[in-house]
């Protein structure tokens, strides 16, 4: 399932939230006030080129050329728009 997000929205991570590696654990994690998400799959992956400057289709085309045989133009956008609503992306 596809979701439908702007062309031109540029995600970034939302003020305050911090991704790290952490070693404790061997997994990436988004550190929150008072909250960790520890983040499974390519999840870091995404998060990562969520830097304010690059737009949706743009995130897609980077992951898309790393990971040639993965349905990342379906994915990235459900991934996207679920960190949207949780309020770890702006």
Known sequence: MTVPVADD???RLS???VLRHDRARETDVLLMPERIVVLHGQ???VLELCDGTRTVPDIVAVLAARFP???VGDDVGVFL???RKEGWTR
């Open 9 to 11: 929205w540029r995600p």
């Open 15 to 17: 003020p305050g939230l």
């Open 43 to 45: 999840a870091s992956t």
């Open 69 to 71: 045989r993965a349905p």
């Open 81 to 83: 728009e679920r960190t």
